[in-house]
């Protein structure tokens, strides 16, 4: 399976700690994404990043891809009570136009004020 | 700018009747389409995804169905909706043609059947 798998299942940090969450796969991949959902709500798009990338940074975000290992990691740096969210890697592969995403389990992020 | 609409956001049905969710997507044309449902607690599971009008691909077999008879629109649909079907429906879309591309989704459908 394609399928992304999240890692810590569940975080708890204080505001202004970073937070790492980490996410493996089983085979190869075009590209890696990260998404972040609110409760109850959609997702929402944090980044991507190709298998040719090894880092890629978005404000306090920042991603490692390490094809060989088959894993990412999300970083974020100096998390505010706002960032309490689960989120969700996704691997994408093409064999279609349409190219499928596959989504793990998530992590869900919890910043105490 | 797009934008995608899925209604209705909640739903209870009882069991053995009909569902429809709808899904529209504004500011692009030819999008691919996506139907997702999520457990609670849980990943997304893709269960439909459409590259074209007509064009309806299903991921897993299940007691749902999807049409899309605008190039625009995605439907979700059940004849005889099962307890099991309740749970979170998210629809999404992306460019389409091209690898590598961002999934936008909507705020989503919960849907209980009691």
């Known amino acids: 399976s394609q399928q992304g798998e999240e890692d810590p299942q569940a975080l708890s940090i204080q505001e202004g700690e970073n937070a790492t969450m980490n996410c493996s796969y089983k085979?190869?991949?075009?590209?890696l994404q990260w998404y972040r959902q609110n409760s109850g709500r959609g997702l929402v798009h944090l980044i991507l990043?190709?298998?040719?990338?090894r880092e890629k940074h978005s404000g306090r975000l920042r991603v490692t891809l390490d094809t060989s290992k088959k894993s990412s990691s999300l970083l974020i740096t100096a998390s505010r009570a706002a960032d309490t969210a689960s989120y969700f890697c996704?691997?994408?592969?093409?064999?279609?136009?349409?190219?499928?995403?596959?989504f793990g389990d998530g992590t869900t992020l919890t910043v105490k004020p | 700018s797009q934008t995608i609409h899925q209604w209705p956001a909640t739903l209870v049905q009882p069991v053995g009747s009909p569902l429809s969710l709808e899904c529209t997507v504004e500011?692009?044309?030819?999008?691919?389409l996506y139907w997702y449902r999520q457990a609670a607690g849980r990943g997304l599971q893709l269960l439909f995804y459409?590259?074209?009008?007509?064009?309806i691909s299903s991921e897993v077999p299940q007691n749902l169905s999807a049409s899309r008879p605008q190039d625009r629109q995605f439907i979700l649909s059940s004849k005889k909706l099962l307890l099991s079907d309740s749970g979170f429906y998210l629809c999404?879309?992306?460019?389409?043609?091209?690898?590598?591309?961002?999934?936008?989704f909507g705020e989503g459908s919960w849907l209980t059947v009691v």
């Open positions: 999404a879309w992306s460019r389409g043609g091209s690898s590598g591309n961002t999934i936008y």
């Open positions: 085979t190869s991949i075009n590209n």
């Open positions: 990043i190709r298998s040719n990338e």
């Open positions: 996704a691997t994408v592969y093409y064999n279609t136009n349409a190219g499928k995403s596959t």
């Open positions: 500011g692009t044309s030819n999008p691919n």
């Open positions: 459409s590259v074209g009008i007509g064009q």
